[in-house]
């Protein structure tokens, strides 16, 4: 992981440097696990992972909730990003599934790197979703990702006012802390080298530094009757982060495991 740093971009770096570590042996097949519209088919992006795309093949799940509106969702973003890697001429080394991510469609020891990027915590069943991303490692893959957590100790009160309105406007199941990560991956048969706070590595909180909270809650009261309900959900919830990131109740964590047998 990379030395600490006092900027804005210390998370999306550390979450690069962790897969850059782990892409970095030759001939390597990843499966990544989270927002499809953010695949790695452009070089600029690619390059932060550690190999040029055009060196590797890659795969890009995205999870369905077994909605069917979800699986047409993930299906439209999956042949733009086909399309994507076309312009590129990625085609031969790119493949982009629609899948369940707790059940993946994909054999034991498929792949050498596993990356999850914020998905994890929208899954019902994390421990089955934690045993599936091993099952697809080969012995010695890694394990890596960032995701939403919780702080490890809160008061009924605090899980009342933050966490449950970030699961409930997010569509979040349930949120887990660091130490339930840790014991969860342990459970999965992986071996866990670096579990931490992404606040570690910089000043986390400057993702939102540009945000006016006053002027957020104002366009908030004023705006409800002429914005769309999907947009004032996404406002309140982001809202929400906010407050529960600067009360240290939410928080951005990152892993690496390693599959040993």
């Known amino acids: ?24 042996p030759p001939d390597v097949e990843p499966v990544g696990i989270g927002e499809a519209r953010r695949v790695p088919v ?35 973003v999956a042949h733009r990003l086909r399309d994507r890697a076309a312009e590129q001429r990625l085609t ?7 899948g369940d991510a707790m059940a993946m469609p994909f054999a034991d020891a498929s792949f050498d790197v596993v990356y999850v990027i914020e998905a994890g915590c929208h899954m019902p069943d994390k421990g089955r979703f934690y045993r599936d991303c091993a099952r697809v490692l080969k012995p010695g893959g890694v394990f890596v990702g960032t995701d939403w957590f919780h702080r490890d100790s809160m008061t009924p009160q605090e ?5 449950e309105p970030i699961c409930r406007l997010h569509g979040i199941p349930n949120l887990i802390s660091l130490n339930e990560l840790r014991h969860l991956l342990n459970a999965a048969g992986l071996s ?23 002027s957020l809650r104002l366009l908030n009261t004023y705006m409800r009757f002429v914005i769309p309900k ?28 390693v599959r040993l047998s």
Do not use: C
Not at 13 to 18: G, H, I, N, R, S
Not at 92 to 97: A, M, N, S
Not at 192 to 214: C, F, M, P, S
């Open 1 to 24: 992981l990379p030395p600490r740093q006092p900027r804005a971009g210390a998370a999306v770096t550390a979450v690069a440097e962790a897969q850059r570590a782990a892409l970095r």
């Open 42 to 76: 452009r070089r600029r992006d690619a390059e932060l992972h550690g190999r040029p795309a055009r060196d590797r093949p890659s795969a890009e799940l995205h999870r369905l909730d077994g909605d069917p509106r979800h699986e047409r969702d993930g299906r439209r």
């Open 92 to 98: 031969d080394l790119t493949e982009f599934v629609v």
């Open 159 to 163: 899980e009342a006012d933050f966490i």
């Open 192 to 214: 866990v080298q670096t579990i931490d706070n992404l606040a570690a590595y910089g000043d986390v909180l400057r993702n939102w530094e540009h945000i006016d909270r006053k």
């Open 230 to 257: 999907t947009e004032q959900m996404m406002l309140e919830g982001g809202l929400k982060l906010i407050d529960a990131a600067r009360k240290g109740v939410f928080l951005l964590g990152i892993w690496k495991a």
